[in-house]
Structure formats: structure tokens, C-alpha cells
């Protein structure tokens, strides 16, 4: 048992720990189209990418704690991460913003898809710590990949 009273966490912090890669991955994918992004919309949308970007870096932050807090080590490797993520880094055959929507908006929604199924998967066995943190990112994430869509409509 864990010092807040958590008797088995195997599972809840491998997930974390899976989600804590993807997140990662997720931030230097959106790091690379604030970096990279062209195109007569460059200036709204390097700043837009910069919003994600450091949402992500709080949410990053965010979960490692969490994994903290369940008195589990945070992964901070980046091989790790790479081969933890569901994720992939397929290079984009431009650099418009329309592009790095799309593909930021897949990588959500892979997210949302992962979060749904562990909270699915381990209904009985979340803290509700977690069980609250999670739900809230996933809102988070909803709504970004909302407003996401919404940029290709």
C-alpha cells in the first residue's frame, strides 16, 4: 500500500505511464508546427500552436505528477517515450497549417480513444484522484480536438 492509502496502482500507473508518453510526444508534435508552420495564416497559427504547446507542457507536468502522487517513478526518457506512445511521427508533406491540424487532431483523438478505453478497462480499480484527474483531461482534450475539427470544416 502506498503512503495515500492506494492498495494496488499496477495498472492505473502503467496507464499513466503510456498517456504520460503520449502527451509528451504530443507536445513536441505541436512544438514542431509552432516552429515550422507556413503560409499566409503563419502568424495566427504560430501563435495558436504555441497556446497547445504550453497547455500540453502543464499537462505533461500534470500526469508525471500524478504518477508521483501514486508513488511511481516518471518516465523521462524520450526513447521511452517512443516506444511507450501510441502515437506515430510520420514526417507531413507540408508545412501549411491545415496539415498540422489534421495531424494533431488525429494524435487527440487517439488520445481521447486510449483515455475512454482505460477508464473503460479499469472502472474498479481507479483512486478517485486519478479517476477526477483523468476525466478532466479528457474534457480538455475533447475540447481541443473540437476546436481542432472546427479549423478544417
Known amino acids: 500500500m502506498n503512503t495515500i492509502g492506494i492498495k494496488d496502482n499496477t495498472k492505473v500507473t502503467k496507464f499513466l505511464t503510456v498517456l504520460l508518453a503520449d502527451e509528451f510526444v504530443l507536445y513536441m508534435k505541436t512544438r514542431n508546427a509552432h516552429w515550422n508552420v507556413e503560409g499566409p495564416d503563419f502568424h495566427t497559427m504560430h501563435i495558436y500552436f504555441e497556446q497547445q504547446y504550453n497547455e500540453l507542457a502543464l ?61 473503460e478497462a479499469l472502472e474498479n480499480q481507479l483512486d478517485k484522484g486519478t479517476d477526477d484527474f483523468i476525466t478532466g483531461l479528457l474534457e480538455q482534450h475533447e475540447k481541443t480536438a473540437w476546436m481542432l475539427r472546427a479549423h478544417l470544416k
Open 59 to 119: 499537462i505533461v507536468d500534470e500526469v508525471a505528477e500524478r504518477l508521483r502522487k501514486l508513488d511511481h517513478y516518471a518516465t523521462a526518457s524520450l526513447t521511452d517515450y517512443l516506444k511507450l506512445t501510441h502515437l506515430s511521427e510520420k514526417p507531413l508533406e507540408k508545412n501549411d497549417s491545415l496539415s498540422f491540424i489534421q495531424a494533431l487532431l488525429s494524435d487527440y483523438e487517439s488520445i481521447i480513444i486510449y483515455i475512454r478505453e482505460q477508464l
